[in-house]
Nanobody, 124 residues
Framework: QAQLVESGGGLVQTGDSLRLSCAAS????????MGWFRQASGKEREFVAAIGSSGGVRNYADSVKGRFTISRDNAKNTMYLQMNSLKHEETAVYYC?????????????????WGQGTKVTVSS
């Protein structure tokens, strides 16, 4: 069973950048599709970005395209989310997720494992 631990959240101002990390405990990390989701207070969890097991396939929510970059380092069992030009409305708890499929895409139901989340607060 994979364990996922997010880090890198915090308080930033509108327009700032932040990089989130997701460390996985499983040695077969490189075979898992990974994704980032977020959930704002009182709202449903929403898709942010996904990356295939080899890193060759990536997908983003329209709202973050051009500003966020998802990446992974399979040698370090770690996935990243570089977030630039952050907006106040992107304040949320950000979760990383893993699926045994090579690519999970934007459907949270296909993801088998979830981290505990890291809080990102963007002040206006």
């Amino acid at each position: 069973q994979a364990q996922l631990v997010e880090s890198g959240g915090g308080l930033v101002q509108t327009g700032d950048s932040l990089r989130l990390s997701c460390a996985a405990s499983r040695r077969t990390f490189s075979s898992y599709g990974m994704g980032w989701f977020r959930q704002a207070s009182g709202k449903e969890r929403e898709f942010v970005a996904a990356i295939g097991s080899s890193g060759g396939v990536r997908n983003y929510a329209d709202s973050v395209k051009g500003r966020f970059t998802i990446s992974r380092d399979n040698a370090k069992n770690t996935m990243y989310l570089q977030m630039n030009s952050l907006k106040h409305e992107e304040t949320a708890v950000y979760y990383c997720a893993a699926t045994s499929q090579p690519f999970g895409g934007n459907n949270f139901r296909v993801y088998d494992y979830w981290g505990q989340g890291t809080k990102v607060t963007v002040s206006s």
